[in-house]
């Protein structure tokens, strides 16, 4: 099993430009995630599916969309990039929210929003 | 609103043993996890409390106070690929996992 796959790994991005992170688990879990993580400060969750077909906000969802139309895949759009926006990126998945399960992680993706 | 609070940064020596605390406020609980993060990779589990007590597990171990909002992560017979950040997260009462920043442990021989 690849587990949690995620690309790029990394990209510089222009202010203003857009782009999809992709994110693929092999793992069939129905929860999947997307945080940000920035020096200094705790991963934010941006949004989350509990399921094909249902997305969530999470604590910081402005300038970000996006779709889950399979169990495999949960991209993350971002519309007009902004240097605020300048972070890491990781992509997770679980079994369950409940109890111990523990989520996994995708190795990241470092964006640079110049 | 909701708070973890870890200390930043701690330094061991080889062989020693080290202790990681975290205090939390959070709307609910569901359990507290530990992770580890090396340096540039993802985060990857340690541990999963949710009752009062310690939970062994080889060389770590981790400890759970619910009344006390408090939890340490116990690191035992340290080693040089123990230098890594540990996150301390907690589930609330929403299902959602609230991290702290993270304390970068730094072991030296």
């Known amino acids: 099993n690849a587990g949690v796959t995620q690309t790029p790994k990394f990209r510089i991005l222009k202010i203003g430009q857009s782009m999809t992170l992709q994110c693929t688990q092999d793992?069939?879990?129905?929860?999947m995630y997307w945080y940000r993580q920035d020096p200094g400060m705790g991963l934010k969750l941006i949004y989350y599916?509990?399921?094909?077909?249902?997305?969530d906000k999470g604590e910081v969802p402005n300038g970000y969309n996006v779709s889950r139309s399979t169990t495999e895949d949960f991209p993350l759009r971002l519309e007009l990039a902004a240097p605020s926006q300048t972070s890491v990126y990781f992509c997770?998945?679980?079994?369950?929210?409940?109890?111990?399960?523990?989520?996994?992680f995708g190795p990241g993706t470092r964006l640079t929003v110049l | 609103g909701q708070n973890i609070d870890q200390p930043t940064e701690m330094t061991a020596t080889e062989g020693a043993i080290v202790q990681i605390n975290c205090t939390y406020q959070?709307?609910?609980?569901?359990?507290l996890f530990w992770y580890q993060q090396h340096a540039g990779e993802a985060p990857t589990f340690l541990s999963y409390n949710v009752l009062d007590g310690l939970e062994e597990k080889g060389r770590f171990s981790s400890f759970l106070s619910r009344s006390k909002g408090y939890s340490y992560l116990l690191l035992k017979e340290l080693q040089m690929k123990d230098s890594a950040s540990y996150l301390c997260?907690?589930?609330?009462?929403?299902?959602?996992?609230?991290w702290g920043a993270g304390t970068k442990l730094i072991i030296k021989p």
């Open positions: 997770a998945s679980s079994y369950s929210r409940e109890g111990g399960n523990e989520q996994f």
């Open positions: 959070t709307s609910g609980f569901n359990g």
């Open positions: 599916s509990v399921g094909a077909g249902i997305t």
């Open positions: 793992m069939n879990h129905n929860y």
């Open positions: 997260a907690v589930l609330d009462s929403n299902y959602q996992l609230i």
